[in-house]
């Protein structure tokens, strides 16, 4: 089975619409909030390392989601990001946005795709050998 990475989620005001419950587009933030956590406290590539040391873009360039149940103001989540596949420039991830529980009910099904770009030509380059050696250490991915 592979690793997973879970960022705990207290959904607040700014997260609301007036019929307090998440605006679905909210969710959208809370997924990239996710894979930057994750990158920075799992892969220990920070987004703030990657942009401004390293010239790196990751940007989400396909995103699916299912809404399955509500969220309101003062629930708290579980984002729980696995890792479904490796290419040689992008990544594809799979999160659910779960019950305070990582085991509860999944109320947001999510995934992404992720390519790592040059961020001065804005073109696709090769995942650095070093964040792929952390997926790969992590067990987030099996070759």
């Not at 940007?59 to 699916?64: D, F, S």
Request: hydrophobic share 50%.
């Amino acid at each position: 089975m592979l690793a997973t990475h879970v960022m705990p989620i207290e959904i607040g005001f700014r997260h609301c619409d007036p019929a307090g419950i998440v605006f679905y587009p909210r969710y959208a933030e809370m997924l990239n909030d996710t894979v930057e956590h994750w990158f920075k406290h799992g892969l220990g590539a920070g987004f703030a390392f990657l942009h401004d040391e390293r010239g790196i873009g990751l940007p989400t360039v396909n995103l699916q989601m299912d809404f399955l149940a509500p969220s309101r103001l003062g629930d708290e989540l579980a984002a729980v990001l696995r890792l479904e596949g490796i290419g040689r420039t992008s990544l594809k991830v799979a999160i659910e946005l779960r019950g305070r529980d990582p085991e509860g009910p999944v109320r947001v099904r999510a995934r992404l795709v992720l390519v790592f770009i040059d961020m001065r030509t804005m073109r696709p380059i090769a995942i650095p050998a070093e964040v792929r050696a952390a997926m790969v250490a992590g067990k987030y991915w099996v070759d």
